[in-house]
């Protein structure tokens, strides 16, 4: 375990490294492609803002107005049937559009119920295996110019139920 700790320690510097000398092997210019490399990034930064600007405004403006309380206890009916708590849904629907403003709302139910409660329990699983779709979606399809997503919508709001869902059983499997 020392030796994996000691390891962390010098990843990033031997990945730099071994990109320079990499580099410096191929007699490329490291300077100028690093230059275009950030412009190239920036570029897709400025791209993207408007997206991020919103889908945070939007998550903002739910939040604040309460309508995430009121939607889980709307959807609870369903999930009670599922032993999902309902404080557990309004993080399930923020983190499919922003990780940040769901950590938020898990700060509240771990000072709530604290971070052992079954719902503390649940809710830390779900963030661990759900995926921030929209934000994901809008960020990479955005990106490389992607029109047609197909079945990456469908895909993913399935696993994140299915990551949900297995929040649960671990949980119940965990406190038994």
């Given amino acids: 375990m020392k030796f994996l700790i000691f390891l962390s320690d010098f990843i990033m ?62 959807v609870s009916v369903v999930t009670d049937r599922l032993c999902i708590p309902a404080p557990v849904m309004p993080v399930f629907i923020v983190k499919m559009f922003s990780s940040s403003a769901a950590t938020g709302l898990v700060l509240d139910i771990f000072k709530e119920y604290g971070t052992d409660s079954p719902i503390g ?19 990479y399809f955005m990106a490389a110019k992607v029109k047609k997503t197909r079945y990456t919508l469908a895909g993913a709001m399935l696993t994140t139920v299915v990551g949900l869902l297995v929040s649960v059983v671990l949980t119940a499997w965990m406190l038994n």
Avoid at 16 to 29: E, Q
Avoid at 121 to 139: D, G, H
């Fill in 13 to 74: 510097p031997l990945m730099i490294f071994y990109i320079v000398a990499y580099g410096m092997l191929m007699k490329r210019p490291i300077y100028d492609d690093f230059i275009t490399g950030a412009k190239d990034g920036l570029k897709t930064v400025v791209g993207i803002m408007p997206t991020l600007i919103g889908l945070m405004t939007a998550v903002g403006v739910l939040r604040a107005s309460g309508f995430l309380d009121f939607l889980g206890q709307a």
């Fill in 121 to 139: 329990l649940i809710t830390s699983i779900m963030m661990s295996c759900t995926e921030t779709i929209f934000y994901t979606m809008s960020v």
